[in-house]
């Protein structure tokens, strides 16, 4: 049985740095131009410019299944607040996702109906999806064998 874990985002850590909301770091996803500025409680030692994987986050404010589109994060630069792609994995209870939008996104549904619109039908596995997420983006990184999470 698939889980998030299987559907991590390959790519390289730009940067990390101390916030007032955390540590962030700056996330390239391989095969892109993206510098994904996301939340996690990684040490401050995350080798830099070196392959690694990492599982990306979001809480979503508001999902909408679309009938066609590309698949993309939005902003290209800065904390992910759209996400558009096809569903690649759901959970049973509903309430979990991995979108793919260029790079794999683990999204927590709305806890309300309201939050999700299903004008193109039911979420799915293969069905578009495009993703409101709230702030605070976070990232859980695999070093050495040993997952850091936020």
């Known amino acids: 049985m ?26 390239q996803p391989r095969g892109t131009n993206y510098e994904m500025h996301l939340l996690t409680d990684a040490p401050a030692d995350v080798p830099l410019n070196k392959p690694l994987d990492l599982l990306i986050r979001v809480q979503a404010r508001k999902v909408y299944t679309v009938p066609s589109g590309g698949n993309f994060v939005a902003p290209i630069f800065g904390p992910p607040r759209t996400i558009q792609g ?21 999204v927590e549904l709305p806890p309300a109906d309201s939050g999700i619109d299903l004008d193109e039908g039911p979420i799915t596995i293969g069905r578009m999806v495009n993703v409101a997420a709230l702030p ?15």
């Not at 096809?86 to 683990?106: I, K, T």
Request: aromatic content about 4%; glycine content about 8%.
């Open 136 to 150: 605070g983006a976070s990232a859980s990184v695999q070093l050495q064998d040993q997952a850091v999470t936020k």
């Open 86 to 106: 096809r569903v690649r994995w759901a959970d049973e209870s509903g309430q979990r996702l991995v979108v793919h939008a260029g790079v794999p996104v683990l």
């Open 2 to 27: 698939p889980s998030p874990a299987d559907f991590p985002a390959p790519g390289k850590v730009l940067d990390v740095r101390d916030t007032d909301q955390g540590r962030l770091l700056t996330f």
